[in-house]
C-alpha cells in the first residue's frame, strides 16, 4: 500500500494471468487480502490509501466498496479458474473495524464464497481497539475469523499526539482481553518506536502493557517519516526532530530485549511471536513470496512472479467492477533475475533465514564477509543458512544491499 507503486505495464481489462504465472496454482499456500480504505480520522505518519468520511463525501462509501470487492473476488476466482482453497486472509486498512462484526463477516463470506477456505485457514483482521466491544469480538469469531491484530502504538499519552493516534488510556489492553473472553487464541499487538518525543521509558511502559494484555505476537516498527505526511511536512518545517538512527537502534534492542525476556521470539525481524502457532502466516507468505490476491482499492496481488496493483480511489474502483472490468493499475512480470533479488530482500528478514543455495558465487562469499563482521550468524552459515545475528538484524538493510549489490 505504498504511497507511489512502481508504473508497471497496462493490464488487461479482464485481469487474466500469464499461463506461465498460474502453473503451479494450487500446488503453493494461498492468501487473500483485502484492503478496508476506511478511517475515522487521519493519523499524521500514515501513507496507507486510507480516507476519512469527509474526503468520500457525495459516495455511497462502505456499501459501493462492499459490492465491488464481492466482484473483484468473483473476478479473482474466474482469472486463477480453481486455486487451492485460501490457507490464510488477511483484512487490513484502514480501519476494518470500522465495519463491524457483521461487515467484516460479510468480507469473510464474500472470500469464502469466490475462492473457499482451508478447515485450518488463518484469519485476521486488524481492529482500532476504539471501535471494538466485547459484542464486536464476539460477532467476529463466530463469523470465522481466528486472529485478531490491535494498533496500539504507544500508551505515552504525548507520544500518541505526535502520531495523531486518540486511545483511551488502558483501552488497547482491554480490548486485547476482550479478544481472548471471545475465544481469540491468537491476539496480536502493534507498536511504533522512535516517535519524536519518546523515551525510553515510555516504549518501557507500552512493552508492559502489551505483555500484561497477554498477548501471543507483537509487531513493532521503527517509525519512517514518510513523504506526503503531515509528520514529514513537521518534520520538514523543523517543527519535529527526524528519528535518530541511533536511537532507533537503543531503542530495537530494548523491544527485543523485553519481548525474548517474555517467551516471544523473533521470526522476522519486526515481528516476535510465543509459538510457531502464534506467527502472522500470512505475511510470511508475503515473505515467501507466495501467491496471493489483494482485494480493494490501492490492494496489491502477486500470483507466480506476476504482481500488479488496483486503481487507488474507492470510486474508481468500484465503477470499473461494476463495469465487469478488473481494476487493476498496472503490473509487471518478475524475470529470473528480480525473483532472486527479491527472495534475498525478504527471505533473510526471517528467523528461519535464507538457503544458501539460492546464493550466487558472489553473493556466497559476500556472505562469508557478513559472517566475519558478525552480521550473519557463523553456526547457521555452515549448516547452509544465512540468518541474521542481533547486531544484523539493527543492520539487516545493509546486509541486504551487500548480498544485493553482490549478485549484480
Not at 84 to 95: I, L, R
Not at 226 to 243: I, N, Q, S
Request: contains cysteine; aromatic residues 6%.
Amino acid at each position: 500500500m505504498a504511497a507511489k507503486p512502481p508504473e508497471g505495464d497496462p493490464p488487461p481489462a479482464d485481469g487474466a494471468l500469464p499461463s506461465a504465472a498460474l502453473a503451479g496454482l494450487g500446488e503453493r499456500p494461498f492468501g487473500v487480502y483485502v484492503h478496508v480504505p476506511f478511517c475515522a480520522t487521519r493519523c499524521g505518519y500514515c501513507d496507507f490509501n486510507t480516507y476519512t468520511s469527509a474526503e468520500l463525501a457525495g459516495t455511497s462509501g462502505t456499501a459501493d466498496w462492499l459490492s465491488a470487492l464481492r466482484a473483484e473476488l468473483a473476478l479473482g476466482a474466474r482469472v486463477l479458474g480453481t486455486p487451492a482453497p485460501a490457507s490464510t486472509v488477511f483484512v487490513g486498512g484502514g480501519t476494518p473495524s470500522l465495519l463491524g462484526a457483521e461487515g467484516l463477516g460479510g468480507v469473510l463470506d464474500a472470500v469464502r464464497d469466490s475462492f473457499g477456505l482451508t478447515a485450518d485457514a488463518e484469519v485476521t483482521t486488524e481492529a482500532n481497539p476504539e471501535s471494538t466491544s466485547p459484542e464486536f469480538f464476539a460477532g467476529i469469531r463466530a463469523a470465522g475469523y481466528t486472529r485478531v491484530s490491535l494498533g496500539m502504538q504507544s500508551v505515552a499519552p504525548h507520544v500518541l499526539a505526535v502520531l495523531d493516534r486518540v486511545h483511551t488510556p488502558g483501552r488497547p489492553a482491554e480490548a486485547a482481553a476482550q479478544a481472548r473472553a471471545a475465544g481469540f487464541e491468537h491476539v496480536s499487538m502493534d507498536l511504533i518506536y522512535g516517535t519524536p518525543g519518546e523515551r525510553a521509558e515510555d516504549l518501557r511502559a507500552s512493552l508492559e502493557a502489551a505483555l500484561a494484555a497477554g498477548v501471543d505476537h507483537v509487531s513493532a516498527y521503527a517509525l519512517i517519516v514518510e513523504e506526503g505526511t503531515a509528520l514529514a511536512r513537521k518534520v520538514r518545517r523543523a517543527e519535529l526532530p527526524a528519528p535518530d538512527d541511533d536511537v532507533l537502534a537503543d531503542r530495537y534492542e530494548l523491544v527485543d530485549g523485553m519481548l525474548s525476556a517474555a517467551g516471544l521470539d523473533w521470526y522476522e525481524v519486526s515481528n516476535w511471536a510465543r509459538d510457531e502457532r502464534a506467527r502472522c502466516w500470512h505475511n510470511i507468505g508475503y515473505w515467501r513470496s507466495g501467491d496471493w490476491w489483494g482485494a480493494g482499492p490501492g490492494a496489491h496481488s502477486h500470483v507466480g512472479g506476476v504482481r500488479w496493483w488496483n486503481v487507488r480511489h474507492p470510486a474508481r474502483y468500484a465503477d470499473l467492477l461494476a463495469a465487469g472490468n478488473s481494476p487493476a493499475a498496472g503490473r509487471e512480470t518478475l524475470g529470473v533475475e528480480d525473483r532472486a533479488t527479491e527472495r534475498v530482500l525478504l527471505e533473510l528478514r526471517l528467523a528461519d533465514g535464507l538457503a544458501a543455495r539460492a546464493l550466487t558465487e558472489p553473493q556466497h562469499a559476500e556472505a562469508k564477509l557478513a559472517v566475519a563482521d558478525g552480521l550473519l550468524d557463523e553456526a547457521s552459515f555452515a549448516a547452509g543458512n544465512c540468518v541474521l545475528t542481533a547486531r544484523g538484524r539493527l543492520l539487516a538493510d545493509a546486509v541486504v544491499r551487500r548480498l544485493v549489490i553482490a549478485g549484480e
